[in-house]
């Protein structure tokens, strides 16, 4: 199992990463605050990235922001995943007790290989939500 590099944003402030992020670790939003990911580089990290509160938003002008699976909440802590600028195709996406909130005119849908379900929401707009490949939906 990978190591996780965690960061806490407290509510009622904000943390912005532009960089590129990379490494063999998974990444773990904790707080009530919201974290962007933005800039115009991918992120490369090998592992998971799992937002356990708070609010995430994917704001990559160009590149990747979330390079792999994605978890939202905890089970216990409400969270929400924001994809404002960019629509990325995730391999699978979690929720336990979260959100995922797409934003924007373009694309309109979403894409995952598998989305698992466990007293959250997913909230689409006027977009699609596609499952694509070998992938499962789980209720």
């Excluded at 990978?2 to 402030?13: C, E, I, K, R, Y």
């Excluded at 992020?21 to 990235?49: C, D, E, R, W």
């Excluded at 979260?98 to 934003?103: I, Y």
Aim: no cysteine; glycine share 16%.
């Amino acid at each position: 199992m990978p190591p996780t590099a965690q960061w806490g944003v407290t509510n009622g402030l904000g943390l912005v990463l532009n960089g590129a992020i990379s490494g063999g670790f998974n990444l773990t939003k904790t707080g009530m605050g919201t974290a962007h990911l933005g800039g115009s580089s991918a992120n490369t990290y090998g592992g998971i990235t799992y937002v356990n509160q708070g609010m995430l938003t994917l704001v990559k002008a160009t590149g990747t922001a979330v390079p792999n699976d994605l978890v939202v909440g905890d089970g216990v802590n409400a969270a929400t995943v924001r994809l404002d600028a960019q629509r990325p195709a995730l391999l699978r996406v979690r929720r336990n007790r979260g959100n995922l909130q797409p934003v924007g005119p373009e694309p309109p849908q979403q894409h995952h290989r598998s989305l698992t379900l466990s007293n959250g929401t997913v909230a689409t707009g006027s977009g699609t939500l596609m499952l694509n490949g070998p992938g499962q939906l789980d209720w």
